[in-house]
Every structure is written in C-alpha cells, then in structure tokens.
C-alpha cells in the first residue's frame, strides 16, 4: 500500500503526544513495507507554528517527507482573544467566527489544499492526524471525496471538540482509528455516528534499557519520588498536581519528593521536596520514571497516555486522573493503577503505596503484562495493518 499522512508537525525535535505517534506509526508501517510519505509543516512549534524547516521532500527513518512553509507564524495577542470568544464563550459562536478562528489557530499552510488535489490519487490511503487543526479540517474537505481517508481523531473531552465548525468534518473519513474505547464513545456520542473503526491504540517498545541510578546521581534524587512526565502545563494537570503534593507534604512531612520531567510553561515555584529537571533526553527520561515509586498522570484531557504505557513496561505503578475518562479506563482495564479524584483520594493512594510496597509491584506487574498483551508495536501494528487494508478493499468494491 501507497500511505500518506496528514500532520500538522513532524520530525524528531516535536515532542507533542499526537505527532509523535504519528511518527511512530509512518515508521513502523514503513518498516512493514509499505511506501509511507508524509505532508506536513516547516514548523516545530505549535505556538506559533513558525517555520524553522526548508520547504521541500526530504526522508527520514525511511518515510518520504514533503514540507510546505507557513507564510505567517500565529500572533497570539491575534488569538488568544478569539480562542477566548469561540472556545470559552457561553453563547453561541458564527459560524464565519469559527472559521476565522481555525484559520488563525491554523497552522494555516495555503499550499496545502493545492498539494492535495494534485497528489491525492497518488495514495491507496490518506490518513489524518488530530482532529483539533487546520491541517485536519481542511485538507480531509479536499481528499475525502475523493480517496480513502483513515482519520485518527486523538479526541479528548474539551471544549473545541464541541463546536459546530467539526460537525461535518468527522462525517467526512472513510474511517476511525481510535487510540481508547473512551475515545471511540466520545465520538461516536458526540457527532450522533456510528463509524468504521477499530481501537488501536499506540505501542510502546517493551525491552529498552532503563538505568534509575544514572537519573538519580544526575539529579540529587533520593527514594521515594513521584514522577510526572510532559508538558507543565495548567492544561495537562501539572499545577494540581504541584499543589496537592506541597498539601500532602504539610500534611505528612517524610522524605517523599516529587520529580517534574518536562518543559515549564512558565517556572515552577521553588520547593525543597519539587525537583524540577527541565527537558531531558529519552533515556534519562525512562531511568526517571523506572525509579520512581509511581508515575502521576493529572490530566484532565487525554486520548491516550503514551507516558502511562511506558510506566507500565517499566513495571511501575501510576496514579491517574479520574475525572478523565480515558485514563480512568486504562488503569481499569489494566490494573496498573489507582485513580484519584480530589486530594483526599490522592493522599489516600499515595500513603497506600508508601506504605505497602508490594502494591506497587503488584500494580507494575499488572501493568506490564497488560502492555504485553495489547500494546506491543506487533500487536497494534496487526490491528492497524489491518484496518488500512479493509478499508482499501471496501473502497474497492
């Protein structure tokens, strides 16, 4: 099969969760021998999407990728009033004002929709990645009546997914690649669908080395810790998190500290017990989370957790965000977790695992064999073979 995939971001320095399995699934699927390409953006920053890539068809790690500039990096003092007013807003939102603020959220690419229509029949499946930009929202107007599209919505429970500018856009792809049942019922509740699609999820590689010594003599980190992993952001739960774990301190003074793996948004309050370590590679980042007593996960808006499944490969435990449904369900289905909603909950399962250490390794251990079973890149790339095939064949008919 000839795939290409939509994105609004690609390469090895975008550390986003979505572009990132996009990466990873154009790899594999090439390395399952298939010819993979991608069209995407000059840009690494979805900030401002400035370009910071030449224009033009490079490869990498045997994927085609062909990258087309943005004229105009966004202006926040642009759009954060408009995200204010169409996102945030209690009223009703013009249709034209929705546009207007896809537009600007962009990345606006004016190449795109021309690249599209010239090469669209050069693929046997085009596939899209996020359903949130423009990358998404108008080049499936361009290829889905014309190709098959396969779109991997990465939807979470949040305020855009609710606008009516989406509303005959997810009625557009030939079919769904969910990463959760979560995600494949928000959907399908949402826009009043019942798709073609199949729950892949993303793999994780299972055997990668992990050395928590090297992380801990890096960083000054003693046992216990807890670990956080991504973006510190107010949007990914991380502030919560800050200020339950400084209560919980208060409240139980010990040696616990709490490990922040990641990018600030803005810097992160001085604490004795808060060990911030800024951006890291992939490796200390793996040797981080495998010496922990537990990863934390506080989002409130997930699609799937790529930093959850790896906790789990390295056998460790996690404490999840209950009122996201998403990793409620994961830590559920898998048993490697304890959810939490509200401080009281999370100083109760952290106490609990401070103080039963064989929990910990019986929740790593169920987290581990659960990743075995559905997350292995094997088992998940069968799935999505799979899916790409039938709905190939379907269009066939």
């Known amino acids: 099969m000839r795939v290409l995939y939509v994105v609004q971001r690609y390469g090895r320095e975008v550390a986003g969760g979505a572009e990132l399995a996009c990466r990873q699934f154009a790899t594999h699927l090439g390395e399952w021998g298939h010819d993979v390409e991608v069209v995407t953006t000059c840009a690494t920053s979805y900030v401002d999407w400035a370009d910071l890539y030449d224009p033009g068809t490079s ?33 009703p939102v013009a249709l034209h004002l929705q546009r207007e603020w896809m537009r600007i959220q962009g990345p606006n690419v004016p190449d795109l929709a021309p690249w599209l229509a010239e090469h669209v029949s050069d693929y046997d499946v085009i596939v899209f990645f996020t359903y949130l930009y423009n990358t998404t929202w108008a080049g499936l107007k361009v290829a889905a009546p014309r190709a098959v599209t396969v779109l991997h919505p990465t939807a979470h429970d949040e305020p855009p997914l609710y606008l009516p500018i989406f509303d005959q856009m997810f009625r557009l792809p030939s079919a769904f690649a969910f990463f959760t049942e979560e995600e494949a019922s928000l959907v399908t509740r949402r826009f009043g669908i019942t798709p073609l699609h199949d729950v892949i999820g993303i793999g994780i590689d299972l055997d990668l080395p992990a050395n928590p010594d090297a992380f801990r003599a890096a960083f000054g980190v003693h046992d216990p810790y807890l670990v956080f992993v991504g973006r510190l952001d107010p949007g990914k739960g991380s502030d919560e998190l800050f200020d339950f774990f400084v209560t919980y301190k208060r409240r139980n003074p010990g040696p616990l500290k709490l490990v922040l793996v990641g990018d600030p948004v803005r810097p992160v309050p001085p604490h004795p017990d808060v060990v911030p370590t800024g951006f890291v590679d992939v490796e200390m980042r793996r040797a981080a989370v495998a010496g922990a007593t537990a990863l934390v996960q506080p989002s409130y808006f997930e699609s799937f957790s790529m930093v959850l499944t790896e906790a789990w490969a390295l056998s460790r435990p996690a404490l999840v ?16 977790g304890l959810p939490y909603r509200g401080f009281a909950q999370f100083e ?50």
């Open 321 to 336: 965000q209950s009122h996201c449904d998403v990793l409620r369900g994961q830590a559920r289905r898998s048993g490697g």
């Open 59 to 91: 490869d990498l790690d045997g994927v085609t990728v062909h990258r087309l500039s943005v004229p105009q990096p966004r202006q926040d003092r642009v759009f954060g009033p408009l995200n204010t007013r169409a996102v945030w807003s209690d009223t």
């Open 348 to 397: 109760a399962a952290v106490d609990l695992l401070l103080a039963d250490p064989r929990l910990g390794r019986d929740l790593g251990a169920a987290g581990r064999s659960y990743v075995e079973t559905r997350y292995s890149w094997s088992a998940v790339m069968d799935r999505y073979q799979e899916l790409l095939l039938y709905v190939r064949w379907r269009s066939l008919l």
